[in-house]
């Protein structure tokens, strides 16, 4: 059984807490993350830019120049893909599809192997709960800060919590580099990114019901 530091109001390990090893105590599958990571990405594009072929740009129709005499290489009008400013030969169409597909049983192993890897570099620890007494975000901050975790870039920090009350929810959305979610909204690009990662109790029964 895998074991966790379960962390204090002042950000000190007290204990260990245990956690099941087919979430936290896989082997590190690289390959598999990556992909996992890209389909994530993946699927979350827009299909919103568009191009314009030569017929959709807005030139002048009239022959730039005469067909022969000139030395150049004939041309019939301004819009042709080979003219600066004329239209793309096979232009990107806002119905452009990037979704890639992972089945269930790879994004389960993917996530399993991210939050393993994560408990084996130290950036993974445990919480009893996390709440504040308003939501005030100056009071979240002061709590991440007390706990030696800082909000800014290099000390990201992504919670998962099994119950978030509304005081947190106000409270951490004015903080950019704090996310704080339910394990059924955590994605491996979260995982990827942060810096460190604090599950609550509650919320580690059900990644284990998720993702085992």
Known sequence: MMQLELLNEQGQATSKVDAPDTVFARDYNEALVHQVVVAF?????????????????KHS??????QKGTGRARAGMTSSPLWRGGGRIF?????????QKVNKKMYRAGMASILSQLARDGRLAVVDSIS?????TKLLAAKFKAMGLGTDTKNSVLVIADQIDDNIALAS?????????????ADPL????????????????QLKEMFA
């Open 41 to 57: 990405q993946a699927n979350a594009r827009q299909g919103t830019r568009a191009q314009l072929d030569r017929g959709e740009v």
């Open 61 to 66: 129709t009239k022959k730039p120049f005469r």
């Open 91 to 99: 232009p990107n169409r806002p119905d452009e599809n990037f979704s």
């Open 132 to 136: 504040i007494d308003a939501p005030k």
């Open 173 to 185: 959305r004015n903080l950019s580099n704090v996310l704080v979610v339910e394990p059924r909204y």
């Open 190 to 205: 979260s995982l990827v990114f942060y810096k460190k990662v604090l599950v609550t109790k509650g919320a580690i029964e």
